[in-house]
């Protein structure tokens, strides 16, 4: 017996938050061998170099807080830095790879089945781009926000009392319509900044829905990355209580525990990839709905494939 093939899903849709809860599973659940087959191609060599700067992280910080030596602490910035990098890096390649993967999913017949890698190669790489540069972006901000507290401190340590909380409100509300930002660049042909007007002006307009999507997904996400993460928090705290009852032979130096937190730190990295691909989809579909609820996207669809025919 034959069984009809699903549905596709449509995109651009006006839908309420349980429809885009119901969707946002259904892609996932329909695509997803695919998600995790190319979410560990793509990040897999990545989160091999994650764990082992955190692993070394973890190895110099606990011995400088053992023997009490801030050297030993200032030496730990330096895997922290790398590992920031790989993080920020780990985010451009999901981003671009799950919106890629969501693109690809809307313009091939076959949708994701029987999907290889140079079918949306060339989309991946562009998506590379244009996340690395909102990635940039965000850093760049970052910089001035801290110089900006930075100065207003130096000049007078009473005016953070003001300008931060203001700072903070000012940032949890911008960041909520910015998280429109990344698939709304990536899946029209727009300049950075008409892309960055635009995903505001889109927030902005729909700021509580768009935060309880962004929250509800965050959530869900993070629930994920935590159960992954669970085994490398626990051999960690294991391992820091047993070196401090023998400092003079921790437990940290032995191969077989330096062996067994490297593996269950890839294995956390990979968690935290993987989980990320449920947020970055129910922010696609909120992107699709309040496109859908303001330029009518499949109405002028229909209408250019009416003229076509």
Avoid at 220 to 240: D, E, Q, R, Y
């Amino acid at each position: 017996m034959n069984i009809p093939p699903k549905p596709r899903i449509q995109f651009y849709r006006a839908r309420t938050f349980s429809e885009k809860m119901s969707v946002t599973f259904d892609f996932l659940r329909e695509n997803l061998k695919p998600l995790l087959k190319y979410t560990l191609y793509v990040t897999l060599p990545l989160c091999l170099i994650q764990s082992f700067l955190m692993d070394s992280f973890m190895r110099v910080y606990t011995a400088g807080v053992l023997e009490g030596q801030l050297s030993n602490l200032a030496s730990a910035a330096v895997p922290y830095v790398l590992l920031l990098l790989c993080t920020m890096l780990g985010s451009v390649l999901l981003s671009a790879l799950a919106y890629s993967l969501l693109q690809t999913y809307e313009r091939r017949d076959r949708r994701l089945e029987g999907l290889v890698f140079a079918d949306f190669r060339a989309l991946f790489e562009v998506n590379i781009l244009k996340a690395l540069r909102i990635v940039l972006f965000v850093f760049g901000m970052v910089v001035a926000a801290v110089a900006v507290i930075a100065v207003l401190g130096w000049m007078a340590l009473w005016t953070l009392a003001i300008t931060f909380p203001l700072l903070l409100v000012a940032t949890v509300a911008v960041m909520v319509p910015f998280a429109l930002f990344t698939p709304l660049y990536l899946f029209e042909d727009l300049p950075f900044a008409t892309a960055l007007r635009k995903a505001l002006k889109y927030g902005f307009s729909a700021w509580g829905e768009t935060f309880l999507v962004v929250l509800v997904f965050g959530l869900l996400a993070n629930i994920l990355s935590g159960v992954t993460s669970l085994p490398w928090t626990l051999i960690s705290i294991v391992g820091s209580v047993f070196s401090q009852l023998s400092p003079d032979a921790p437990v940290t130096s032995f191969l077989w525990y330096q062996s067994l937190t490297y593996l269950l730190g890839v294995v956390m990295a990979c968690g935290t990839y993987v989980s990320l691909i449920i947020s970055v989809t129910g922010t696609a579909f909120q992107y699709f709905h309040l496109r859908e609820k303001r330029e009518d996207v499949t109405v002028k669809t229909d209408i250019a494939n009416f003229d076509s025919l």
